[in-house]
């Protein structure tokens, strides 16, 4: 009887993945097509503003035809906030790996995991590892948040990391950032979202770089110094002056997201991770009944009522 | 524009330029650019003469429809990944466009210049609008390479916007963007914060 539940609640939370993973490929969320159309609305070079709509129509046409909205729709990544009291953690790598062989079929996703010794792509974007999975622990909690994150190639080439020295202190990680932006041009898609991590070593720099990239656009750090560092950043970025994919323009980065953990005395190490325009998230819930609710597509909980 | 384009309607482009593309396009990307070369160096012919057609750096999502293939959408990926391959494809094909995202480098203006060829870019990401431009799919090649990787031969009507980045007189409309930014970045951005 056990069993049969199990399983009964594995091929549900399959079927849900699946709706994830095709909402993220097809379905930019609302805060990103809105940013996408504030620059659209700034911009006055024509190149550059043909572009842009060329980018919101295309926005348009993927979610209506359930279109990838990027043909490159990335390394399927996962990353679960779960409550110690979440009944089903131990079936969420089996789910997701399920989800991710079924949603490459049927979206399609392009298959996109290559392995690096044999050069051989499985085709359904598994491998050692894959899907990758991110856990942050929530005590007290009896339910999981599962946000995947879809990036393509052209933004991750642009990732760099590097212990500053600690005298180089904030201006050292502005100009670091800035550098950054500049020498990735147009090559990661912009209007990128730039994420900064600063910590005590280069891991714990990128770890919190990259959960920087799943905060909405528009949104804020909770200490107001480090929002006006993520201010400061957003105006010297825009100041660049590349534009939608490098033709020239005043919206190079929609927003810049900043977060930091303490330094070691010897180091100020920092990451700078960017996303794409087409910066694709999407966010789950999954309830100890096995309920799932939409949070960044909440039009889907529709459907699956 | 239409393929098979010649030498002299390239030649009439300028950077900035923006053209919209029907005739027939063929992928490469990373490893088909390394088999084409590799093939190219020993004086092998590609399964598909580029003479007069559109190079295209992309690397479609497909599905398989009976006995052929549907693009379910496609679109460009970062050029410069290629650069150091163009040079030759270009001066032993005879292609007269390359189409990507991102921007190449000197080698390939270069190439554009002494065999007369130009550089577009397709805006990177716009990829279901853009698979509303592909007609059909024509043929493919070097599945063995994987989707991505596969040379897709592709018949489009009216691809674009296609920007012209680099024309075929030497000019790189990047290097340009590049030069103003770096100039607001030393004269504009770091005095204002008191960065050296």
Redesign the interface.
């Known amino acids: 009887m056990v069993l049969v539940l199990a399983s009964s609640i594995e091929s549900k939370l399959v079927e849900a993945t699946v709706k994830l993973l095709e909402a993220a490929a097809t379905w930019l969320p609302s805060d990103v097509e809105a940013a996408l159309i504030k620059a659209y609305e700034v911009e006055d070079n024509p190149?550059t503003k043909?572009?842009l709509k060329?980018?919101i129509?295309?926005v348009r046409?993927?979610r209506e035809?359930r279109?990838?909205?990027?043909?490159?729709?990335g390394v399927a990544m996962f990353y679960v906030r779960v409550g110690d009291k979440f009944p089903y953690t131990s079936l969420l790598p089996s789910v997701f790996r399920k989800a991710l062989v079924e949603a490459t079929r049927r979206i399609?996703?392009?298959?996109?995991t290559?392995d690096v010794f044999s050069?051989?792509?499985p085709?359904d974007n598994t491998g050692r590892y894959m899907p990758w999975i991110e856990w942050d622990f929530v005590e007290g909690w009896d339910l999981a948040e599962v946000t995947v994150l879809l990036k393509?190639?052209?933004s991750e080439?642009v990732a760099r990391a590097k212990n500053l020295i600690p005298a180089e202190g904030i201006?050292g990680i502005?100009?670091y950032v800035?550098e950054a932006v500049?020498e990735a041009?147009?090559?990661p898609?912009p209007p990128v979202v730039v994420s900064v991590g600063i910590a005590a070593n280069v891991a714990m720099a990128v770890r919190l770089a990259e959960r920087g990239l799943l905060r909405p656009i528009g949104q804020r750090h909770e200490d107001p110094e480090v929002a006006r560092l993520e201010e400061?950043l957003l105006e010297?970025i825009n100041?660049?002056?590349?534009g939608?994919?490098?033709?020239?323009g005043r919206v190079t980065a929609l927003d810049v997201h900043v977060d930091y953990a303490p330094r070691h005395p010897a180091t100020l190490s920092v990451a700078v991770l960017m996303n794409?325009?087409?910066a694709r998230r999407a966010t789950m819930r999954i309830y100890p009944d096995g309920r799932v609710e939409y949070i960044t597509h909440p039009q889907l909980n529709r459907e699956v009522a | 524009m239409r393929t098979p384009l010649s030498e002299e309607d390239v030649r009439k482009l300028n950077v900035?330029d923006?053209v919209y593309l029907s005739g027939v396009v063929v992928t490469m990307r990373d490893?088909g650019h390394r088999r084409a070369v590799e093939l190219l160096a020993r004086g092998e012919k590609l399964p598909v003469d580029l003479r007069g057609l559109a190079l295209y750096h992309?690397?479609?999502?497909v599905?398989r429809v009976g006995e052929g293939w549907e693009v379910?959408?496609?679109?460009p990926?970062?050029s410069?990944?290629m650069e150091v391959y163009e040079y030759e494809v270009i001066e032993k094909t005879g292609v007269r466009m390359v189409i990507g995202?991102?921007?190449m480098g000197p080698r390939t203006a270069e190439a554009c210049k002494r065999f007369g060829a130009v550089y577009t870019?397709y805006?990177?990401?716009?990829?279901?609008?853009?698979?509303?431009q592909v007609k059909r799919v024509l043929d493919v090649h070097w599945l063995d390479l994987?989707?991505?990787d596969a040379m897709w031969v592709l018949e489009v009507e009216d691809l674009g916007?296609l920007?012209v980045v680099i024309d075929s007189k030497g000019r790189n409309l990047?290097d340009e963007?590049?030069r103003?930014?770096?100039r607001?970045?030393d004269e504009?951005?770091?005095p204002k914060?008191?960065?050296k």
């Open positions: 190149v043909s572009f060329a980018m129509d295309n046409i993927a035809k279109l990838p909205i990027c043909q490159d729709t399609p996703l392009r298959p996109n290559i050069g051989k792509n085709g393509g190639g052209g080439v201006k502005i100009k800035v500049y041009g147009p090559q898609c400061t010297a100041r660049v002056g590349f939608a994919h490098g033709m020239g794409c325009w087409a | 900035g923006v490893a992309a690397g479609p999502v599905r379910v959408v496609i679109g990926t970062t410069t990944r995202k991102g921007g870019v805006p990177g990401g716009a990829a279901a609008l853009q698979a509303s994987g989707v991505p916007p920007t990047y963007i590049y103003e930014a770096r607001r970045i504009e951005i770091y914060l008191g960065i």
